[in-house]
């Protein structure tokens, strides 16, 4: 299972001049069981170091037993501690 975590900004909460700041991916790398879940988190998007749409400096990282019982919601918090 992968989820994708999109983060915009909203200039002055205007919707209409939003743009993506960052893409943060989990993609289950295959080593959980049914119960706990292992991931490979990867981020991407302008603020990576200044360089635009460039892999971000020491990704992509490992997220390791994550409760699957918890739903996604869990994974997407756990990913995002570690961005």
Known sequence: MTIKITIEILPLGDTVRRYTHAVIIASNDGTGNHAI???????????????????????????????????????????????
């Open 37 to 83: 879940g292992n991931y490979i988190i990867n981020a991407e998007g302008e603020c990576a170091n200044g360089t635009g749409w460039d892999s971000w400096e020491g990704f992509p990282k490992r997220l390791v037993g994550v409760d699957r019982s918890l739903g996604y919601e869990q994974l997407a918090k756990a990913a995002m501690k570690i961005i």
